[in-house]
């Protein structure tokens, strides 16, 4: 089980406790991934959907394609840079992304 718990790529996005991050990940336990990235990695494509999915969902998983596992990191850390999400955790090929909604959050999480 292989877990990257850093919020290296959140810009903008307000890190995470501990206790935060295992209540998000026991939420997005059920969820399905809705963003799945192809041979082609992270194009703009990609990026614009990402942000779609979190404006409406907050929690999303993402697949990436089997492979290089240093490859699929920098991209899970570059798509969460890239929309201001936190990348709370990576399970093999599946990540889970978190960004909270600024007017209206719909996931609420545990105080510190």
Known sequence: ???????????????????????????????????????AGLTAAVARETERALRDHELIKVKAPGGDRAARDEV????ARHTGSILVQRIGNVAVLYRPRPELPGILIPDT
């Open 1 to 39: 089980m292989d877990k990257c718990a850093h919020p290296a790529g959140a810009a903008g996005a307000p890190g995470l406790s501990e206790r935060q991050r295992k209540h998000l990940r026991a939420l997005a336990h059920a969820l399905k991934p809705l963003i799945r990235l192809g041979s």
């Open 76 to 79: 899970f850390v570059a798509l």
